[in-house]
């Protein structure tokens, strides 16, 4: 029920979060700002596997209706479809995964604090083992991408070839009557182009998805980096 809890709930207020960043903005912390941006990336990833998810409903929609009308790009629809399930699901795991590490590197960090003061917060990151997360759920972003270009692509194909051997048909009936031949096919029909909208706009919930994991990375590995200059010399 709590893992539950968690998984629904923003990042920004779970309570061991907002008391770690209350913390380093009391001891005005250097890691504060770069912290707080790793926050809210996984923020804005939330929204934006939320945004997906409609998404993949409004594609499940279309392809209901493609399968009610027969037509030709039905099959890439359907395989489309149940790639897309398994990617948002899995990219939901993740996510519930990342948060939990988080939240988890949050209470220790303030158990830390609580013995040791404000300098055990010196080197924060080391509290927060999240890059192999952020790093496979940009490589799944990315495939995702990719399967979402190929798709439309695919129902771009399909649609064209199936006005093409259209027009053929007809081509062959009017020269049996001595009509003159049809030399352009129809262009997409507004089905072909209905059902290519929502792997646009999940590409795009996507692409968003992926751009907030790297600012993410980004933000862990200033942090990382400001742990580094903070470590002693040997000398020292």
Do not use: W
């Amino acid at each position: 029920m709590v893992k539950n809890k968690t998984a629904a709930e923003p990042i920004i207020d779970n309570e061991y979060v907002k008391e770690l960043l209350a913390i380093l903005r009391e001891n005005n912390a250097p890691s504060t700002k770069d912290f707080l941006a790793v926050l809210q990336q996984v923020g804005t990833m939330e929204k934006q596997l939320g945004a997906a998810v409609k998404e993949l409903s409004v594609m499940r929609q279309e392809l209901k209706e493609a399968q009610e009308q027969n037509h030709p790009v039905k099959t890439a629809l359907q395989k489309a479809v149940i790639v897309m399930q398994g990617q948002v699901l899995d990219l939901r795991e993740q996510l519930a995964e990342l948060k939990q590490t988080i939240i988890q590197g949050c209470k220790n960090a303030i158990s830390e604090f609580k013995e040791k003061g404000i300098s055990a917060l010196d080197n924060i990151a080391r509290f927060f083992k999240i890059r192999p997360i952020l790093e496979t759920m940009r490589e799944n972003l990315n495939k995702g991408i990719k399967f979402n270009e190929a798709t439309i692509s695919n129902i771009e194909y399909v649609s064209t070839e199936y006005h093409e051997a259209g027009l053929h048909i007809k081509n062959m009936a009017r020269a049996m009557t001595g009509k003159e031949a049809i030399q352009e096919a129809k262009a997409m029909g507004k089905l072909a182009q209905a059902l290519k909208a929502p792997s646009k706009a999940n590409l795009a919930c996507l692409s968003a998805m992926k751009k907030s994991a790297e600012k993410a990375i980004g933000a862990m590995t200033r942090l990382e980096e400001r742990a580094a200059e903070k470590k002693p010399s040997i000398r020292e």
